[in-house]
């Protein structure tokens, strides 16, 4: 159904700043939601922030809150997860995800995009 393509992520110094962006090819009732994720290496995928296109809610995860901020351009069909005062342990891909709702479940979401890496050194 809809492409998501992600960018935005690199190396960045403890305490730095970064913005990831995701791309959706196009929204329908299917693809109100969309999340972000992200995977280190030995760990499982764990949910980070989400967004509900209609209803503007938002989800976060105890790590993100307070630090990182998910919102969206309507008109561009583009989610950004702006990520303040990063830390080492926030180093992993992260993915951009597309569902029907809320949900901190990975497999709610239908469609994902290819990830894109954040490196924070120490």
């Known amino acids: 159904q809809v492409r998501l393509v992600e960018s935005g992520g690199g190396l960045v110094q403890a305490g730095g700043s970064l913005r990831l962006s995701c791309a959706a090819s196009?929204?329908?009732?299917?693809?109100?939601?969309m999340a972000w994720f992200r995977q280190a290496p030995g760990k499982e995928r764990e949910f980070v922030a989400a967004i509900n296109w209609s209803s503007s809610r938002t989800a976060y995860a105890d790590s993100a809150k307070g630090r990182f901020t998910i919102f969206g351009d309507n008109a561009k069909n583009t989610v950004y997860l702006q990520m303040y005062s990063l830390k080492p342990e926030d180093t992993a891909v992260y993915y951009c995800?597309?569902?029907?709702?809320?949900?901190?479940?990975?497999?709610?979401?239908?469609?994902w995009g290819q990830g894109t890496p954040v490196t924070v050194s120490s």
């Open positions: 196009e929204r329908t009732f299917l693809d109100n939601t």
């Open positions: 995800a597309a569902g029907p709702g809320l949900s901190v479940s990975p497999g709610e979401y239908h469609s």
